[in-house]
């Protein structure tokens, strides 16, 4: 199976931007989609956005528009760029195969917060 590590996240302000990456392991990762997902402690795991193993990508309506999601296959390595993030993204990020396997990473927290 495909595990993943997650990077990048940290404090931003409203209105700015940030790149989480996500490194991951595994022989069927370019034949895999890879979600994005975010936590807010308490609350359950939502879908951010998806991308195809041919690269195609669908978002959730919160962020549609201002994230965006790539992949590097020669790297294993996904990314999602995020932009204009307001309070609301604020959140554990974490990736993993869509449908999501049982195997979760550390996850990355993103503040957004002036």
């Known amino acids: 199976q495909v595990q993943f590590v997650e990077s990048g996240g940290g404090l931003v302000q409203p209105g700015g931007s940030l790149r989480l990456s996500c490194a991951a392991s595994?022989?069927?990762?370019?034949?895999?989609?890879v979600g994005w997902y975010r936590q807010i402690p308490g609350n359950q795991v939502d879908v951010v956005g998806i991308?195809?193993?041919?690269?195609?990508?669908v978002y959730d309506d919160p962020v549609r528009g201002r994230f965006t999601i790539s992949r590097d296959n020669a790297k294993n390595t996904v990314y999602l760029q995020m932009n204009s993030v307001n309070s609301e993204d604020t959140a554990v990020y974490f990736c993993?195969?869509?449908?999501?396997?049982?195997?979760w990473g550390p996850g990355t927290q993103v503040t957004v917060s002036s």
């Open positions: 991308i195809g193993h041919d690269y195609s990508t």
């Open positions: 595994g022989s069927r990762f370019s034949v895999s989609a």
């Open positions: 993993n195969t869509a449908p999501a396997s049982g195997f």
